[in-house]
């Protein structure tokens, strides 16, 4: 078993050993050029890790004193402790023990604000702090995630190799950049996460429709998106819904799928994703439905209270099986494309609000491996951004334009369908409403504008002549310039 070192032998350190910090310590230390000091509140799991991988060459560390001892300047350490008041404990401990120039790294699933505030503060005491997102789950913090983190240039010459080491490789490409300053690497996290909830919402949608229209079984279902994910679907969420309907529950026989309750959990940063989006004023309408879809299903009281309303229903009848799961194809296809388009409408929004130099072309790069939305047509997105940096829109991309046509006619027949059916699909229905407000020449935004004069006196614009005006809608009802009522 390792001892703990009498001098700096370490070059990076790991704060929290559950299921992630664990991990990432084996990575870290199976890379070449890395020697790995731990350290964990309970010495239990520290002398766990330690015992079960001798092979690691780990340096064990009992109190915050040691492990500071044991690395290496820039001391750099890497926090995998629970969000919120555990984060800034750590933090607390180790600023008293580092020194300036040394590097925290945070890499957990933080709200980037909070990452924001931390940088500030550690940032004074001349320490770096760094917010890292960190996706992949179990398996690739072990094997090699997708990493995003912020924080300053200094910290990233440290930690470029560290990371780079580590990080899942796509295309020869380890998947890690430096995204920008401060918070940018949470943000960006966040937003992966609020995109995974729709990617996952939206397969589940078109599972349900085949099974309850194509009347498919698990098992056939599967097949189906093991199909899929040999096209421009292939992604690592496809790939592994497949596996969970072939799933057979060992006590019941039944597929597994039918013995799981139907109520589905969260962790909070799809939420972030749409709260952060509203005061963006960016719509990310797909991911908003995922998340109260969610919301939804867990309310088991509401919805056996309204399991006897009526549904005003027509049957869905399919007359050509295989025509009907092309059609579920395209519109999955299209809609994720509304998801991801969403996504990075609030990247660049964010972006702007932080001043963060975020580059979206390496974003989808980097999202190429190691992550849960990992996908075959992340690359046409870097290919996007590649060839106009300034895109308005990502939908307004020729690749995701001319793919998004020749999907519409079966995207509307099946948000068309499940609507007459009584079948729920609001990530389908709400892609499809987003895409055509956005293609619209005229909203009813107009009238908006008029009731909202009418009852509080917000004042509007003109098509036809500049200024502000609002309109006297009580007796002549005369229009003013907004100027004339100050």
Not at 291 to 307: H, K
């Amino acid at each position: 078993m390792t001892s703990t070192a009498p001098s700096p032998v370490a070059n990076i350190g790991v704060v929290g050993l559950a299921v992630m910090g664990s991990n990432l310590a084996r990575n870290l230390a199976s890379r070449e050029g890395n020697t790995v000091a731990v350290y964990n509140r309970s010495w239990e799991k520290t002398e766990t890790l330690i015992t079960e991988h001798p092979e690691a060459g780990f340096v064990a560390t009992k109190d915050y004193t040691e492990f500071a001892a044991a690395l290496q300047k820039p001391r750099t350490a890497l926090i995998m402790v629970q969000a919120g008041r555990g984060t800034d404990a750590v933090i607390d401990e180790l600023v008293q023990v580092f020194e300036p120039g040394d590097i925290i790294v945070d890499g957990g699933n933080a709200l980037f604000a909070d990452t924001i505030r931390r940088e500030a503060a550690v940032r004074a005491t001349g320490i770096n702090f760094v917010g890292a997102g960190i996706s992949g789950g179990e398996e690739g913090a072990l094997n090699g995630p997708s990493i995003m983190p912020g924080g300053s240039a200094e910290a990233w010459v440290t930690l470029k190799p560290i990371l780079e080491s580590i990080a899942a490789v796509a295309e020869g490409e380890p998947c890690v950049t430096h995204v920008g300053t401060d918070g940018a690497g949470h943000f960006v996290k966040m937003i992966h996460n609020g995109i995974e909830y729709a990617d996952m919402q939206l397969i589940a949608e078109g599972y349900d429709l085949l099974r309850r229209v194509g009347g498919l079984t698990p098992a056939e279902i599967a097949d189906v998106f093991a199909e899929w994910n040999t096209g421009e679907l292939e992604s690592y969420l496809i790939e592994i819904t497949a596996e969970v309907l072939r799933q057979v529950d060992a006590t019941t026989g039944k597929p597994l799928v039918d013995v799981i309750l139907d109520q589905a959990g969260a962790k909070g940063t799809g939420a972030w994703t749409v709260q952060t989006a509203l005061d963006l004023g960016v719509p990310v309408s797909g991911i908003a439905e995922a998340v109260f879809a969610r919301s939804l299903s867990s309310n088991p009281t509401q919805r056996a209270a309204a399991a006897s309303l009526p549904a005003g229903a027509e049957e869905w009848q399919v007359a050509d099986r295989d025509a009907f799961i092309e059609d579920v194809r395209r519109a999955l296809y299209a809609s994720k494309i509304i998801a991801y388009s969403q996504g990075f409408d609030a990247i660049v929004a964010g972006a702007q609000q932080y001043e963060w130099d975020i580059k979206k072309g390496e974003i989808a790069r980097i999202w190429r491996a190691g992550c849960i939305i990992r996908a075959r047509f992340l690359n046409h997105i870097t290919e996007a951004y590649a060839s106009d940096p300034d895109l308005v829109a990502l939908i307004t991309a020729p690749y995701f334009a001319d793919a998004v046509a020749s999907a519409l006619p079966a995207w509307r027949r099946v948000v068309a369908g499940s609507a007459l059916a009584g079948i729920p699909a609001p990530a389908f229905a709400s892609s499809l409403a987003y895409y055509d407000g956005l293609r619209a020449e005229r909203l009813p935004a107009a009238l908006v504008q008029g009731q909202r004069d009418f009852f509080g006196a917000h004042t509007y614009k003109r098509v036809d002549r500049e200024g502000t005006f609002h309109t006297l809608w009580s007796g002549d009802r005369s229009e003013i310039s907004a100027e004339d009522t100050h």
